[in-house]
């Protein structure tokens, strides 16, 4: 049995950093990543996450589906701050077979339902054959964060690490972790999410990501007509005022913290 690292990569600055100090600390360890793709993602998130998997040498699964189906499917949409009951489906059991599969194992979720997991467990038909390091990027100040995913992770499938947060970086050195090797992740001045439209953005970002990214609006628009129920108790993304966004506002956003996050960076 030897060490394997796994590094989620969304695609954004935080996960991007952490996956290189990875690599600084471990020149020696095989590498792999998984960027998921929730369908509302920002088009350049893949080829940002593909940058730096091949930078760390990692080699990276895509994982494709679409939470706009989720929501149509249970008729459900949440409200801005709410935790996100899809998080678990479409991101932190695929991730959690993938890693099991990656270290040499197979394994199933048995039990419960992705609706109702409190009876719902990881089933390992092959135990992995080796030992995982799971590469998290939280930052300094996400301690609370980083003690429930080491609650919540798996110990079949090895030990959650966190570069950035060990190492006492915060976003601005994250950032210019990025820039000292050469990338450039912007999403218009925005943070990057992962599963895009995150049910935790804020009321500015919404109101930002309406002028950017029209084509995404009109997409959340579709369900939540289709459901009945918006995002925003404002009303529908796609009718809020537009705006010209401008970069110094960025660091004025006040986010709301829910309880998904799995490989969300």
Known sequence: MGNVVLVGLSGGVDSSAAGLLAREKWPDLPFFAIHQDLGWDDPAAEDDAR????????????QRTDIGEVWLERKYIPMAGMPCPASRQLKAEPAMLWAAE???????????????????????DKMPEDDGLYCIGFIAGEEGRAARYRGSWPDELGQPIFPLLAAGKNKDDARAIVRRYGLSIDYGGLPRRSCQPCVHWSSKEREILRTIRPDH????????TEIGRTFDRRGPLISLPERSPFRGEQESFVYVDGVCGAWCR
Request: avoid cysteine; hydrophobic fraction near 45%; charge should be negative.
């Open 102 to 124: 990656t270290l040499g194992g197979s394994a199933r979720w048995e039990g419960g339902s992705v609706r109702n997991p409190k009876n719902r467990s990881l089933v390992f």
């Open 51 to 62: 940058a730096v998997a091949e930078l760390i040498e990692a080699e990276i699964t895509v």
């Open 217 to 224: 609006a009109e997409r959340v628009s579709a369900v939540e």
